[in-house]
């Protein structure tokens, strides 16, 4: 996860202004974190919140999206300003489905 994040904040610099050089500043004052750190670390928090509980049925499956879901609403609202440019929402359940069926693929 903190590779994870490191990398979001490395790549935050060059989002929108790709660079096809391999000589890159690493990390400056102005490497943040985006929306991906926050809704990585949203996913943590439920992962942790839901471990020892098996996932063998449907309703644990469900149980642990809606887990997941709270946490990254919960998350989102707690740092409004990062890194969602004019998101209407959408990207929010995109995102939930994608690591979701990461995190249950990983799960079996």
Known sequence: MIGAIIGDMVGSLYEFDNIKDKRFFFLKKYSL?????IMTIAIS?????FAGTPID?????EE??????KSMVLYGKKFPDV??????GC????????HMK???MALQ
């Open 102 to 104: 990461v995190m249950v």
């Open 33 to 37: 974190p985006t929306d991906d750190s």
């Open 91 to 98: 990207g929010l359940r995109i995102r939930l489905d994608v």
């Open 57 to 61: 049925t449907q309703e644990k499956e």
């Open 45 to 49: 928090k439920a992962l942790y919140d």
């Open 83 to 88: 890194g969602m440019e004019e998101d209407s």
């Open 64 to 69: 642990l999206y809606k887990a997941c879901e």
